[in-house]
Every structure is written in structure tokens, then in C-alpha cells.
């Protein structure tokens, strides 16, 4: 079972060279912060929550890349990373009006599909990734490692922000 799931983890990875453009365009749109005078807030729903102690405790700690939780108020100049398993959330929408009225940019990783919430994203990314790996008897599929695969899309925008932004620093 391991080796099944493994193998379909790692195709679902390989799918995503196929949106490195959209990638790119998410640091992109974070460097600009970090190039100016500005922070980088990673803003997460849902399981992706767990993305909170990369940022505070993992190896790929970076200076004004922070999570979003006690900050009330942004401004133009910073930037938000925000990973959601779906754009269609209360608690997201009103994020996004916020943001929105702070004119503050931000990128929307999604696992789901493109939405009108998605694309008022500046840099939007739709891994379409909400069916699990492994199938089970009855026709459904189940084990689906959505936070896993965040850690390693984080991993990977903190890697590229880092290798943009270094000869601004």
C-alpha cells in the first residue's frame, strides 16, 4: 500500500512542472514585498494550518515571511500567500475583503479547481488536486495528503523567494 500510495504522490508531484509558470508568478508577486519595504503573511485554512510552524520553526525560516495570525491591519506593500482546500469558504471571503480594502496583493493556492474567488487572485494557482490517491473498493478514493503536498509547495516558494530576493538583501 505504501509503495501505491508513494508512486501516486509522486505523480501528483510531477503534475505540478506542468504549472511552474504559475508558480513562478506566485514568487513573483511575494519578492515584490520583500524587495521593498514590505512582509510576506502566509494566511492558511483547513488542514493547511499545519503550515504555521514551517514558518516559525522549520529550516526554511526567512526574515518578514511570517503567518498572518495577530495582525490586523496590512498595507499595499506586503504581500499573502494563502493555501485553502477550497475558495469558497466564509472565513477565507472575508479575508479577501479585507485584503481587498487594504489593497494588499495576494496569491490564492487552491486545491480545488478555478472560481471567480480564485481568479480575483493576482498570482492563482488551482492544483486540482480534491480526489484522493488510492482507490478503494466501492469506486471512491481516499488518502488525499493535501498538507504534505502544501509543505512541499511551500518548501518550494520559500526556496525560489530566497533565491529572488537574495541580491536584495
Known amino acids: 500500500m505504501l509503495k501505491i500510495l508513494a508512486t501516486q504522490f509522486n505523480g ?3 503534475t505540478l512542472t506542468k504549472q511552474e509558470d504559475e508558480l513562478f508568478d ?10 521593498g519595504q514590505g512582509k510576506v503573511y502566509l494566511d492558511a485554512y483547513g488542514e493547511f494550518e499545519g503550515l504555521y ?3 516559525s520553526d522549520g529550516p526554511d525560516q526567512m526574515k518578514r515571511v511570517t503567518k498572518i495570525k495577530d495582525h490586523k491591519t496590512l498595507h499595499a506593500v506586503d504581500r ?5 482546500p477550497d475558495t469558497e469558504r466564509s472565513d ?5 475583503a479585507r485584503y481587498d480594502a487594504w489593497h494588499t496583493p495576494y496569491s490564492i493556492i487552491t486545491l480545488g479547481d478555478v472560481t471567480e474567488t480564485l481568479e480575483r487572485s493576482i498570482a492563482p494557482l488551482a492544483l486540482k488536486f480534491d480526489k484522493g490517491l488510492l482507490p478503494a473498493e466501492d469506486g471512491s478514493r481516499h488518502g ?3 498538507l504534505a503536498l502544501g509543505a512541499f509547495l511551500l518548501t518550494h516558494i520559500l526556496t525560489q523567494l530566497q533565491e ?3 541580491e536584495w538583501e
Open 144 to 146: 488525499l495528503p493535501s
Open 92 to 96: 477565507l471571503l472575508a479575508s479577501l
Open 80 to 84: 499573502v500567500l494563502i493555501f485553502t
Open 53 to 55: 510552524p514551517m514558518l
Open 164 to 166: 529572488m530576493t537574495e
Open 12 to 14: 501528483k508531484l510531477q
Open 26 to 35: 506566485v514568487v513573483r508577486l511575494l519578492a515584490q514585498a520583500l524587495v
